[in-house]
Structures are given as C-alpha cells and as structure tokens.
C-alpha cells in the first residue's frame, strides 16, 4: 500500500525541478496526480511516461482563469482533490533594492505569491468536502535570512510563509492542514532558468541541462551545504517531505514550516556556516 491510496493531488509547476520529483514520488504513493506547467510537450510526455494515474494541463499561474482550469479538471476527472502543492515559483530579479520598479514588484508577486493565493482560493471547495486534506507550500529559505535570494523574491516567500500560518489558523476546523516547505540550495533547473516551460529552458538540451545540473550539484557540495554526505541536496530530497505533510501521517500537523537546506541556516559564522573554520567559531567557556 502507497502511503498516498485513495488521494487526489494537484501539484504546480510540475515539469521540472521539485514540483517533477514530487509528482513521480506522489505516483509512486499511490496519489492520482494533475500537474500543471508552461510546457506543454513536456508535460505530456511525463505524464504518458508515469501511467493512467498521472495527467498533465497546461497552465501558466500568473493567470487566475488558467489556475482554476486546472483545479476543474482534476474534480472532472478524479473527482475530489485532497492535496495541493503550490510549487510554481521563481527567482525573477533585480537583485538589488536600487533596481526594483512596479513592474517588478506585480511580475514577482504574481508568479510567488499571487498564484499561491489563488490555487488555495479555488481549490478550498473541494478540499473542505474530505474528511482531512492538505496544502503544501513551497516557500524558501530566502524568506528566512537575506543572503539567500533576491529581495523581491525574499518578500514573496516571506509572505507565503505568514500567509500560510493564518490560512492554517482559519482552515483547521475544516479539517484542512496548511504548512510550507523551504527548500536550500536544492539542485533544480531554478539556478539556471531552465525549466522547460521558460524561454531559456526550451532552447537547452537534455545533455546542456545535465552539464550544468552536474555543476550546480558539485557547487553545493563544495561551497553552500556544511552536511557532508556526499551529494548535494536535489528535488527528492523535498519530494519526499512533501508526501509526509501530503499523506495522513501529517494529520496532527499544521502551521508548520520546515526548512530542508543541508544545514545552511543553522550556522551565522561568518555569515555562512560552510566557510567557517573551527578557529572562527565562538568558543564559550
């Protein structure tokens, strides 16, 4: 038995990176999966490969219309929606606070923190019809400590993360959990824009993209993760803390966010714990 039987979920932004690993994982669990993404083809074929349990709608979740599309088709489909993994999000830029301007702020917004709202809004109605059902926000550690991410995209997640806590207060005597995850340096396509549904991701290989999810791997290894366990953090790896808030051996589980980075936030000397000698640490009597 897949610690998912019997589950309907809908996961955002799911033809690569995070969102692909935890529709695989979700399958694997027994969960019949709609996954939305910007590429169509793509998407097709992930879904053909992962079997009748698994289909694909094209989305693009700056779109409230194209959002709602998705969560109507999944309720056509299967029927129910028990689960929903707002995963869709991305690193838009500037990255410094003297370049932002209002195009900014609306384009980071909608695509971080306005789809999120969004899916949650249409998807509420069907998730309040099951005896316990669940939301899963991907946040980030850049909503934690600055450092991480570009200022916009720190805000967005930042409030995703308050959002969710507000939205687990309200929706709990509904019987429906709200919580986030916050993904470290995860390697994903992210760090190189080349999620297929993007401009640049269509015009990369499949040997492009392996070249330089090798490198961004072995850059995490070396530099950005203290926990030596010989690899770098990737989609799996939150994939499957995902399933767990997903599934009901989460039920006594709400409000939470957890963070999921190798060790990265844990340590402030000098800033960045993996730079740290042991001669840098402060020692106390």
Same mark, same amino acid.
């Given at each position: 038995?897949? @610690?998912?039987d019997?589950?309907? *979920?809908?996961?955002?932004?799911g033809?690569?990176g995070?969102?692909?690993?935890?529709?695989?994982?979700?399958v694997?669990?027994?969960a019949?999966?709609?996954?939305?993404?910007?590429?169509?083809q793509?998407?097709?074929q992930?879904?053909e490969?992962?079997?009748?349990?698994?289909?694909?709608?094209?989305?693009?979740? =700056? !779109?409230?219309?194209?959002?709602? $599309?998705?969560?109507?088709?999944?309720?056509? +489909?299967? #029927?129910?929606?028990d689960?929903?993994?707002?995963?869709a999000?991305?690193?838009?830029g500037?990255?410094t606070v003297?370049?932002?301007?209002?195009? $900014?702020? !609306?384009?980071?917004?909608?695509?971080?923190?306005?789809?999120?709202?969004?899916?949650? +809004? $249409?998807?509420?109605? $069907?998730?309040?019809?099951?005896?316990?059902?669940?939301?899963i926000?991907?946040?980030?550690?850049? *909503?934690k400590?600055?450092?991480?991410?570009?200022?916009?995209?720190?805000?967005?997640?930042?409030a995703?993360? *308050?959002?969710s806590?507000?939205?687990?207060?309200?929706?709990?005597?509904?019987?429906?959990r709200?919580?986030?995850?916050?993904?470290?340096?995860?390697?994903?396509?992210i760090?190189?824009?080349?999620?297929?549904?993007?401009?640049?991701?269509?015009?990369?290989?499949?040997?492009?993209?392996?070249?330089?999810q090798?490198?961004?791997?072995? =850059?995490?290894?070396?530099?950005?993760?203290?926990? @030596?366990?010989?690899?770098?953090g990737?989609?799996v790896?939150?994939? @499957? /803390?995902?399933?767990?808030? /997903?599934?009901?051996?989460?039920?006594?589980i709400t409000?939470?966010?957890?963070?999921?980075?190798? #060790?990265?936030?844990?340590? !402030? /000397?000098?800033?960045? #714990?993996?730079?740290?000698?042991?001669?840098?640490?402060?020692?106390?009597?």
């Amino acid at each position: 038995m897949g @610690r998912l039987d019997g589950k309907v *979920a809908i996961i955002t932004g799911g033809t690569s990176g995070i969102g692909l690993e935890t529709v695989k994982v979700f399958v694997e669990e027994g969960a019949k999966v709609m996954f939305c993404g910007r590429g169509q083809q793509v998407g097709e074929q992930i879904a053909e490969s992962l079997g009748a349990n698994c289909a694909f709608t094209m989305c693009d979740v =700056n !779109d409230e219309q194209q959002i709602k $599309h998705v969560i109507d088709t999944t309720v056509d +489909k299967w #029927g129910q929606l028990d689960i929903l993994f707002n995963n869709a999000g991305g690193m838009l830029g500037p990255f410094t606070v003297d370049q932002i301007k209002k195009e $900014h702020l !609306d384009s980071n917004f909608s695509l971080n923190f306005n789809s999120m709202v969004l899916a949650t +809004k $249409h998807a509420l109605p $069907h998730l309040t019809k099951q005896p316990t059902s669940s939301i899963i926000n991907n946040s980030s550690i850049a *909503a934690k400590k600055a450092g991480f991410g570009a200022p916009l995209y720190s805000a967005c997640k930042g409030a995703m993360d *308050a959002f969710s806590r507000v939205a687990a207060m309200q929706l709990a005597p509904k019987g429906v959990r709200v919580n986030c995850v916050s993904p470290g340096a995860t390697a994903t396509p992210i760090f190189w824009s080349g999620s297929p549904g993007s401009a640049r991701g269509a015009t990369l290989t499949a040997v492009e993209n392996a070249k330089k999810q090798k490198k961004v791997e072995a =850059n995490i290894v070396n530099n950005c993760t203290p926990l @030596r366990v010989g690899r770098a953090g990737t989609g799996v790896d939150i994939a @499957r /803390a995902v399933c767990f808030l /997903a599934s009901d051996e989460s039920v006594w589980i709400t409000g939470q966010d957890w963070t999921i980075d190798g #060790g990265m936030t844990i340590f !402030d /000397a000098p800033n960045k #714990g993996w730079m740290a000698t042991q001669s840098q640490l402060i020692q106390f009597p």
